[in-house]
């Protein structure tokens, strides 16, 4: 009865790993997903910034035009990168969090294996078969 319990217990710790497995990619692929989002705003934010540069920056006339275009330009890309570096913090401690729990999971999983595997010897031994 003992070896059903430690048998049941080490699968309850075998799924709560694979659901933590299965966290820590979701949380790891939106990591990439932030990453490359991160990546779209600058190369767009550069390509705004250039076409208003030829569009406005090189005429005096269009100086104040160009400067409140451009002033506009980086308010939004700010803002937009404070957000992507906000989610990306969140990541990072999301993914922190599901590997220290991973972890600790392993080590109970790791110790109640030992002990299981102890517990089928003695009734191994216990029986007769060892003599």
């Known amino acids: 009865m003992a070896i ?3 048998q049941e217990t080490m699968l ?5 790993k694979a659901m933590l497995t299965e966290r820590l990619s979701n949380v790891q692929f939106n990591m990439l997903s932030a990453t490359r989002q991160a990546g779209e705003s600058q190369t767009k934010y550069n390509a705004k ?26 308010e939004e890309h ?7 570096n906000s989610w990306e913090q969140q990541l990072e401690m999301d993914k922190s969090n ?14 109640w294996k030992s002990m299981l ?3 089928i ?10 003599q």
């Not at 220290?100 to 109970?108: D, G, K, P």
């Open 4 to 6: 059903a319990n430690a």
């Open 117 to 119: 595997q102890n517990n």
């Open 98 to 111: 599901y590997e220290t729990r991973l972890n600790e999971i392993s080590q109970y999983e790791s110790t």
């Open 49 to 74: 910034q250039q076409y208003y540069y030829y569009k406005y920056g090189r005429d005096e006339d269009y100086a104040a035009v160009y400067d409140e275009l451009i002033a506009e330009l980086d």
């Open 78 to 84: 700010d803002f937009d990168m404070q957000n992507l």
């Open 121 to 130: 010897k003695k009734d191994f031994q216990y029986g007769g078969a060892s």
């Open 12 to 16: 309850m710790y075998t799924k709560q």
